[in-house]
């Protein structure tokens, strides 16, 4: 066990590291950020910032070196340069899940030699035939690079025969994977940590809408039977222990109409899904991320409100004319409201697409929930406050 006192790092220096960074000092660990960009989200509210790039072995050795244990909160990290901290000290979750989450095609391969239920797909390695990938899966599907896809990034829908050929030149030197388009009746995620000691515990699913690919809703709990609550839970559960998860870990999954529920993505650290647990629940999901890491006794996951929903606010909720920034979104909305929280995360430049924070709603059910959060969303773009 690290106890507190002790200094816990992290890779990746962007929201997930910032809110990582208040759970760790409330708990009175010290946070070391480690992100190549200066003056991140994370860095402004941890005890130090090493800005370098993720392979430059000797400051990474430094900055593991100053911690009792490192964790990450970004895939899209090499892992080479990760076995350099693993040598100086404990590396949570350990490189080989980081290595099977951040390529779709390893990811895709684990689940199904793990016997998890997963969206069917057909693997494509460069100068493999795409268009007979694609006529095996059939139409429609999606094809998305092995490689750093993420937030619908790096991905194509091909719906009929004649999107074919554009895909087939999209990818022509890509590593990719042909999933089948599922037609599901809502997307599901479910956050579990385990710790180095092997007790495991899951938050309660979220259920998530995506706009253009990007989270736009949480709604907690998902608006599905309590069976099917469970079964989701005990696919995260198995997958935490087949893999020996040491931190924490969130699976996202399509529930169709028939029942089905089938794994989509893994991501080895905390998830926009789990923002509402900021609010929500007995315990955060960074909070759950510390105890992981640092060999602490697990947190309850109980919700604390009968409903949460969680809203992204994304750079487009600000105000543009032309293409130009001209208002900051009314605050006040927000802040007079006693069933909300606001999250804004310290990004100095609002862009559109951009995560720039997330508000929180609480309320006795999670349709009022969700209306109450979307009649605040729309409000909140209506008018922009001058900047
Ligand atoms: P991903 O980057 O794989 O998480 O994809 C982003 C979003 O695209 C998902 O959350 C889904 O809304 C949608 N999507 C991705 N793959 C599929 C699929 N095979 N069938 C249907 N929708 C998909």
């Known amino acids: 066990m690290i106890p507190p006192g002790s200094t816990l790092g992290v890779l990746g220096g962007g929201q997930l590291g910032r809110m990582l960074a208040h759970a760790a000092t409330r708990m009175g660990y010290r946070l070391h950020v480690f992100e190549p960009a200066e003056r991140c989200p994370a860095g402004e509210v941890a005890s130090r910032e090493y800005n370098a790039n993720y392979k430059d072995i000797e400051r990474l050795r430094e900055f593991a070196q100053s911690c009792a244990a490192v964790t990450y909160e970004f895939e899209n990290i090499p892992v080479e340069p990760l076995w350099e901290i693993e040598k100086l000290v404990p590396l ?208 309850d996951t109980g919700r604390l409100a009968p409903a949460s929903v969680m809203v992204d606010l994304l750079g487009d909720a600000w105000d543009w004319s032309d293409g130009q920034l001209v208002g900051s979104p009314a605050w006040g909305k927000l802040l007079e409201d006693p069933q909300v929280k606001l999250h804004l995360y310290g990004k100095q430049e609002p862009r559109l697409g951009r995560k720039m924070g997330h508000f929180t709603v609480t309320d006795s059910s999670p349709d009022k929930a969700l209306n109450h959060a979307r009649q605040l969303k729309s409000r909140l773009s209506e008018r922009a406050s001058a900047l």
């Open 92 to 299: 949570r979750p350990h490189w080989e899940v980081l290595e099977i989450c951040q390529n779709r095609m390893r990811e895709k391969k684990w689940l199904r030699k793990n016997g998890v239920p997963h969206v069917p797909f057909a693997e494509v390695e460069v100068g493999d035939d795409l268009a007979k990938a694609i006529k095996r899966i059939g139409l429609p599907c999606v094809v998305k690079t092995a490689d750093f896809g993420y937030d619908g990034k790096g991905q194509l829908k091909v719906t009929e025969a004649a999107d074919v050929e554009q895909a087939v030149v999209a990818f022509a030197r890509e590593r990719a994977v042909v999933e089948k388009f599922i037609d599901f009746k809502c997307e599901l995620s479910v956050i579990v940590a385990r710790n180095p000691q092997g007790e495991i515990r899951t938050f309660p699913v979220a259920e998530n809408i995506h706009t253009k690919h990007i989270l736009d809703f949480s709604i907690v709990p998902a608006r599905i039977p309590s069976a099917v609550a469970d079964r989701a839970g005990e696919l995260a559960i198995n997958i935490a222990e087949s893999m020996t998860l040491e931190g924490i870990l969130a699976v996202e999954l399509f529930y169709t109409d028939d029942g089905e529920l089938m794994v989509n993505e893994m991501a080895p650290r905390t998830h926009n899904s789990g923002h509402w647990t900021l609010d929500g629940c007995v315990t955060s999901q960074f909070e759950q991320q510390v105890r992981a890491v640092a060999g602490l006794p697990l947190g």
